[in-house]
């Protein structure tokens, strides 16, 4: 079993920064593939970002050049750096690690871009 623990949502104008975390459990999560996901009021969840046990990313053409995916073994974290932030980006952002026995997910947070 694996546990998610987001952090880091909030309130932020356009063209501001905010910077997700997520906090994991369990013995592996060196070989996880972790994902940041989002969810926006009336639409499907979408991906936003992975990044595999090797480092390889992938990111949304919707934040390429404006979000940073990233990761830490020792700590057991993953990042989402969000840059140049716009109302579109207003959702909440869910923590995703996938491996091989199933996919796990954080409860959420919720991030709004507004003025």
């Known amino acids: 079993q694996v546990q998610l623990v987001e952090s880091g949502g909030g309130l932020v104008q356009p063209g501001g920064s905010l910077r997700l975390a997520c906090a994991a459990s369990?013995?592996?999560?060196?070989?996880?593939?972790m994902g940041w996901y989002r969810q926006a009021p009336g639409k499907q969840r979408e991906l936003v970002a992975t990044?595999?046990?090797?480092?390889?990313?992938n990111y949304a053409d919707s934040v390429k050049g404006r979000f940073t995916i990233s990761r830490d073994n020792a700590k057991k974290m993953a990042y989402l750096q969000m840059n140049i932030l716009k109302p579109e980006d207003t959702a909440v952002y869910y923590c995703?690690?996938?491996?091989?026995?199933?996919?796990?997910w954080g409860q959420g947070t919720q991030v709004t871009v507004s003025s």
């Open positions: 369990g013995s592996w999560f060196r070989l996880y593939a």
């Open positions: 990044i595999t046990s090797g480092g390889s990313t």
């Open positions: 995703n690690a996938a491996t091989v026995q199933a996919d796990y």
